[in-house]
């Protein structure tokens, strides 16, 4: 696309799952933030966000290039969650100057979680075991083939407490003088958007566009990323 021509409020996306092989991965999305905060017709930063949310660390590379472009370039960040903003896709709009969210807009998830598979008793059936070798008692503890042990259900347990502590403190960190006294919302559950305002995980309920007309009065201009392009020189050919 060409563009943007005058002034603009620039929309970058983070749609579905996150992770390093989908298109909401922090190399898909760190070109294109790069692009909109550089940009001088660029007068706002919006991150529109419909996710379930994914790897943690893909979420950290994002929102901490958001905050090195923010030093580089004040602008405004808002964050708008369209239909869902869940997990670590709530994690990077927690680092936006604010959070917006629709009527029936679903957020949060915050924690962690992990679920291997238990594959043992199933080979079991079959007669088939397989033998491991490793450096370190809980080397292996992932294995989906050896028997689960009650050290390895600690360990594994102890490392999501860990992760889900870490998210936490993110939100205490960023939400701390808006969060609702009294409220845990380190339960893991979604909330619908109002019922998010009155806890305060957002700061207003509303839509991209209304959002951005209401505040800005300036065109959005989507950054992408987006296959779009693709669509139509597909269709064009």
Not at 209 to 237: C, H, N
Request: aromatic letters at 8%.
């Amino acid at each position: 696309r060409w563009g943007p021509f005058g002034d603009v409020v620039g929309v970058v996306r983070i749609d579905g799952p996150i992770s390093s092989t989908d298109r909401a991965s922090a190399d898909s999305i760190i070109p294109v933030l790069e692009k909109a905060f550089a940009n001088p017709n660029v007068k706002a930063v919006v991150l529109s966000i419909d996710s379930p949310g994914g790897a943690p660390v893909e979420a950290e590379r994002i929102y901490t290039v958001i905050g090195s472009l923010k030093r580089k370039h004040p602008k405004p960040v808002v964050a708008v969650i369209n239909s869902l903003g869940a997990s670590a896709a709530f994690l990077i709009a927690l680092h936006a100057d604010r959070i917006i969210a629709g009527k029936y807009s679903l957020l949060g998830s915050v924690g962690a979680i992990m679920a291997p598979w238990q594959l043992d008793r199933a080979i079991a059936k079959f007669d088939v075991s397989q033998r491991v070798y490793a450096s370190g008692k809980l080397k292996s503890f992932l294995n989906p083939f050896t028997p689960l042990t009650p050290e390895v259900d600690i360990k594994a347990q102890k490392l999501v407490d860990q992760l889900g502590a870490t998210f936490l403190d993110e939100v205490k960190a960023r939400r701390g003088n808006h969060l609702k006294a009294g409220i845990d919302v380190a339960t893991g559950e979604v909330w619908s958007g109002p019922e998010a305002l009155q806890i305060g995980l957002v700061d207003a309920v509303g839509t991209l566009d209304e959002y951005v007309a209401s505040t800005w009065g300036v065109p959005a201009y989507d950054f992408g990323p987006t296959d779009q392009g693709l669509q139509l020189l597909s269709r064009t050919i």
